[in-house]
């Protein structure tokens, strides 16, 4: 087991959480953490892109100009792929990006960017974030100061903590989730990973009931 210490609003030491070591201190394999990591980004690309290929421009066809006599390149069509306004050979057509990915590769690989993270000193966990009964931005941004100076942060909430994550959001430099959408490109895409108590309790109890 890994003791995290828990921070309360003052930024003082409130008591621990025991990491489970068969969560938050597995084997890291880069090249699992690497495919998961492309595969997630890769499902996120929409694309829609599109050009237009031979039967969908429209327009004349007829020759530009005369075959011979004009010391020019013999040209066939005005609607050719060299001409403005002509088709698109071998553009991009509309397509799904989308690799498959077995859940438990994606399990496996959020837990060893975890792993990195704890191993690293880069994971806190907070009591709470709702530092009062409406949200407070600077309140937030203020306490986070306290035990971070990151560029680059992801908080980790509990689905009903809805004052905190309406105090957070508006941070340029804060990312926030939810704990059930925790994946591993976001937990590496961040320098610092804090967690409310809530939230790291609710992902212990989840990973082990899918163990």
Request: proline share 4%; net charge positive.
């Amino acid at each position: 087991m890994t003791n995290v210490d828990v921070l309360d609003i003052q930024g003082n030491k409130a008591g621990s959480v025991e990491l489970d070591k068969n969560l938050f201190d597995v084997q890291i394999s880069i090249p699992l953490v690497h495919q998961v990591v492309v595969a997630q980004l890769a499902a996120a690309r929409q694309g829609t892109q599109s050009t237009k290929r031979h039967g969908e421009v429209s327009g004349t066809g007829k020759k530009p100009f005369a075959q011979k006599g004009t010391g020019r390149a013999r040209q066939g069509s005005l609607r050719a792929p060299q001409m403005r306004g002509g088709y698109i050979t071998h553009g991009p057509k509309p397509r799904q990006y989308d690799q498959r990915t077995p859940k438990k590769m994606i399990k496996a690989a959020t837990l060893q960017a975890l792993t990195d993270r704890v191993r690293n000193n880069r994971l806190h966990i907070v009591e709470s974030l709702s530092l009062a009964e409406k949200p407070s931005t600077k309140a937030a941004q203020a306490y986070l100061a306290k035990f971070t100076k990151q560029k680059n942060v992801l908080v980790v909430l509990d689905r009903t903590d809805e004052v905190s994550y309406l105090s957070l959001r508006n941070l340029n430099n804060v990312h926030v989730i939810p704990v059930d959408q925790l994946n591993a490109y976001d937990i590496l895409n961040c320098d610092d990973l804090v967690f409310t108590k809530s939230a790291i309790e609710e992902f212990i109890a989840n990973s082990k009931k899918e163990a």
